[in-house]
């Protein structure tokens, strides 16, 4: 009996054959789970345009990675993830929100839209600055786990140190005056998370929003706010110099991948969590009572993922008070995300078609009911705000015709995970021959069982066979590597895969099981597993598949504004367009992650 719990597989070398790839399809666009019609595409506008050259990449979290001191950071071992990416190959690595998390560790449910994690920081590079020793981690360093992440001692154990390395950075004028200036150059987010912070930490002892019971506070007077930010104005400063470090190491790693040609994929919650900054500084922009507690819940209804539904507790939003503003929050917030990624990925796209709305007092999902969500209206936005901004959308679960018209109206790429597909008796959406080409797939995601868990733990004996069959799985390789090359010789134009299917993981490996709390969020991979054999066999795929794009070799000598650029024409053969393609989106990937790391410079 196979069992999918087990430790990583130590890839070993193996000899391919030739795979051949059919590159002119037709266009997949008219199957649902049902089989009833859906709406024709030459009968919906495409109003924004998007497309995506054919690629890959592989989806990890920043916290998985195997950094040392208890939990990934942005160091060096971020550092050499990258290095990973590039030799296998990658174009892309997708990460889950960077923001500071609150309950139950969830990069979803997080203290501001804005805000970076400081459990992120690199302490390596704060003794590297002068604002802290390595003896000073070494002491506060306990046996931590290597293949997870323990929060609480983690946290318990971090913030001394974060607090001892201000406490040197403020005799260090330099550091104080990037500071200040990372200060102003955020005014708009940054007073408003650090006192909510401050307040939140200090001065209520971890009560949330709508308990806090100074009512002046809560409801923003301005001279209870005046008040109280001189109070706690140390611990005010405190938090910004974590923001401006987290960011500084950001932009650093940031600019190091796209000198590798990798791209970030970033991801934006579609919502805020109850107890952040977001709510108490725009309450009227959220369904939320007189004092700040949410009435009404985000969530979906009962699904694959769980049969009483997802009962998130985000405040869902008032979406006519949002149009009243021409949707300035959203624009906000998309364009503090098109600062830090490459690509964006919005969460739980249908709900901006229709959401599913709970009364905040329910104790599951199961009786809420559908709202019209924003629409067109929104995007046509966002687009204007901030044009070609490359975004894809996670358009899983309760899926209708009017959500795939928004879908197609936006020109997004919809996603499509392969552990859905393994059904004996269906031909699915999900199953990789029939992959639109306008879409970005997955051998499963951070919210999913791995490949290897969901056909040997979890299919059914005879929905197994016909997954192993349809993988072409022949035992001689592990089981997630064909899948993996399956993936990636569909239509589609991104093939991601993740770092636990990489390495033939299963049940212990989970990030995510929706709907259950603790415990989540805390897989890391061990440093042995990012290895040579797995960027080959990574490599050889991406390249074979034709989704390899090697950074071109005039960037390895030439200055960036010396860089010529050729229009690509109709009359180019392939060779000649694919190059030209990738030298003026290599170019256009340097200067933006350039111009953002000059912020940080001084």
């Not at 507690?293 to 507790?313: I, M």
């Not at 951070?446 to 022949?474: G, M, N, T, V």
């Amino acid at each position: 009996m196979h069992s999918s719990k087990s430790k990583f597989f130590l890839p070993f070398i193996i000899s391919y054959r030739r795979i051949s790839w059919q590159g002119k399809i037709d266009r997949f666009l008219g199957k649902r789970y049902n089989n009833t019609s859906i709406v024709p595409f030459h009968k919906v506008r495409m109003e924004i345009s998007m497309s995506f050259d054919r690629s890959s990449g592989v989806l990890m979290h920043i916290t998985s990675l195997p950094s040392p001191h208890g939990i990934g950071t942005l160091g060096q071992a971020a550092f050499d993830f990258v290095d990973f990416l590039r030799d296998a190959g990658q174009r892309y690595w997708q990460v889950l929100p960077l923001g500071h998390t609150g309950f139950g560790d969830s990069p979803y449910q997080c203290y501001s839209a804005a805000a970076g994690n400081p459990l992120m920081i690199d302490l390596d590079k704060l003794v590297t600055d002068g604002m802290l020793t390595e003896e000073e981690i070494e002491a506060a360093d306990e046996d931590w786990n290597p293949d997870k992440v323990d929060f609480v001692p983690l946290i318990a154990a971090r913030y001394p140190l974060l607090r001892l390395a201000y406490a040197r950075a403020q005799k260090m004028p330099r550091v104080m005056e990037a500071v200040q200036a990372f200060r102003e150059s955020a005014a708009d987010w940054i007073e408003d998370y650090t006192l909510f912070m401050a307040l939140k930490e200090e001065k209520y002892e971890g009560a949330p929003l709508w308990e806090w019971p100074d009512a002046d506070i809560l409801h923003r007077e301005p001279e209870a706010l005046e008040a109280v930010r001189e109070e706690l104005k140390d611990e005010i400063d405190f938090r910004v110099f974590l923001q401006a470090v987290f960011f500084a190491q950001w932009a650093t790693l940031r600019a190091y991948a796209a000198r590798a040609g990798v791209r970030i994929i970033g991801d934006i919650p579609i919502y805020v969590s109850p107890d952040s900054s977001d709510v108490w500084q725009h309450p009227e922009l959220f369904k939320v009572d007189a004092d700040f507690k949410p009435k009404k819940v985000a969530g979906v209804p009962p699904d694959y993922y769980s049969a009483t539904g997802q009962l998130w507790g985000n405040p869902v939003y008032d979406w006519k008070a949002h149009e009243k503003t021409g949707y300035a929050w959203w624009i906000w917030r998309l364009k503090q995300n098109a600062d830090l990624f490459d690509v964006i990925r919005i969460d739980h796209f249908r709900g901006f078609e229709s959401f599913w709305e709970v009364d905040a007092d329910e104790e599951t999902a199961i009786n809420g009911v559908w709202r019209k969500g924003p629409g067109m209206k929104l995007f046509r936005a966002l687009d204007a705000a901030v044009p070609e901004l490359p975004i894809i959308a996670e358009d899983l679960g309760v899926m209708t015709d009017k959500v795939r018209a928004l879908l197609r109206s936006t020109g997004f790429p919809g996603m499509r995970v392969m552990i859905f597909a393994f059904n004996r008796f269906d031909d699915n959406d999900h199953m990789p021959h029939n992959y639109p080409v306008n879409s970005i797939v997955y051998t499963s995601t951070h919210d999913s069982q791995s490949i290897c868990e969901q056909i040997l733990d979890i299919c059914e004996p005879e929905d197994a066979d016909f997954a192993k069959a349809y993988i072409r799985w022949d035992e001689r390789e592990p089981m997630a590597w064909s899948a993996i090359r399956t993936l990636f010789a569909s239509p589609a134009s991104i093939a991601m895969t993740t770092m636990q299917d990489l390495l033939n993981l299963g049940a212990d490996a989970r990030m995510n099981i929706p709907s259950t709390v603790g415990g989540n969020w805390s897989w890391r991979v061990r440093k042995e597993g990012i290895n040579r054999d797995v960027a080959a066999f990574l490599h050889h795929v991406t390249e074979v598949n034709r989704r390899y794009h090697p950074v071109p070799a005039v960037f390895d000598s030439t200055p960036l504004d010396e860089v010529e650029v050729q229009e690509v024409t109709p009359d180019m053969d392939y060779g000649a367009r694919k190059y030209w393609t990738d030298v003026r989106e290599q170019l256009a990937l340097l200067r933006k992650a350039n111009a953002f790391l000059t912020r940080f410079e001084s």
